[in-house]
């Protein structure tokens, strides 16, 4: 079963509006960690956003904030006022609890392609 | 600057050769990773290593191997008995493995020829 599910492909957006990237995990943890990643077209990625199981507010970082609804298992990204350099791939990524074959690692969903045009 | 270096940038590699991705950090991190990124997909851990001399498989760990001899450096060895081995590897560190976020280099595109 899938972890982390980015369901949508490929989004658009006008620059200087809003958009919302969604993330839905599966994990039985108590514990754990979601992470929103930034990969431009050069490769590297590039950490945007962190939200622990146990925060009970919704994390911000500048014109990123992170939708995170625990009953529902979602960790939507939502960027503000787009801007070009956003034309990104975005990934969302889960850091389960420490213990039997966790070991913290990241799992990764498959990838949300952002167009911001002009 | 405080960062991740990876080089080569680009490596090509016949088929039955084994290559060496190099992996640099100077973060003071104790833990550092490698992943596998495949077109269009998202990233696949192939080792780990919490601290030095120490490192652990992954999720894709077959036809790879690692070393951890120094704290700043984790090169990842892609040997021929890799079948699929073109790819984009991701290195990465974070203060450790439980707990810290973790910081990508810039990646090397392996193609094998």
């Known amino acids: 079963a899938q972890k982390i599910t980015q369901t949508q492909p490929g989004m658009f957006v006008q620059e200087k509006e809003a958009v919302t990237l969604d993330c839905t995990y599966d994990?039985?943890?108590?514990?754990?960690?979601l992470f929103w990643y930034k990969q431009p077209s050069s490769g590297e990625m590039i950490f945007l956003i962190y939200?622990?199981?146990?925060?009970?507010q919704n994390a911000t970082e500048g014109r990123y904030s992170l939708n995170f609804q625990k009953a529902r298992k979602s960790a939507n990204l939502v960027i503000s006022a787009s801007q070009l350099g956003d034309s990104a791939m975005y990934f969302c990524?889960?850091?389960?609890?420490?213990?039997?074959?966790?070991?913290?690692?990241?799992?990764f969903g498959q990838g949300t392609i952002l167009t911001v045009h002009p | 600057d405080g960062g991740i270096t990876q080089s080569p940038k680009y490596l090509f590699r016949k088929e039955g050769q084994n290559v060496t991705l190099s992996c640099e950090q100077n973060?003071?991190?104790?833990?550092m990773y490698w992943y596998r990124q495949d077109p269009g997909q998202g990233l696949r851990l192939i080792y780990y290593?919490?601290?030095?001399?120490?490192?652990q498989k992954g999720d894709i760990a077959e036809g790879y191997s690692v070393s951890r001899e120094k704290k700043e450096s984790f090169p990842l060895t892609v040997t021929s008995a890799q079948k699929n081995p073109t790819a984009f590897y991701l290195c990465?560190?974070?203060?450790?493995?439980?707990?810290?976020?973790?910081?990508f280099g810039p990646g090397t595109r392996l193609t094998v020829l």
């Open positions: 990465a560190s974070s203060r450790s493995v439980v707990t810290d976020t973790q910081y």
């Open positions: 994990t039985s943890d108590q514990s754990y960690g």
């Open positions: 939200q622990g199981s146990y925060d009970e």
């Open positions: 990524a889960m850091r389960e609890g420490v213990g039997g074959t966790s070991y913290g690692k990241l799992t």
């Open positions: 973060l003071n991190h104790d833990a």
């Open positions: 290593s919490q601290i030095v001399n120490d490192f």
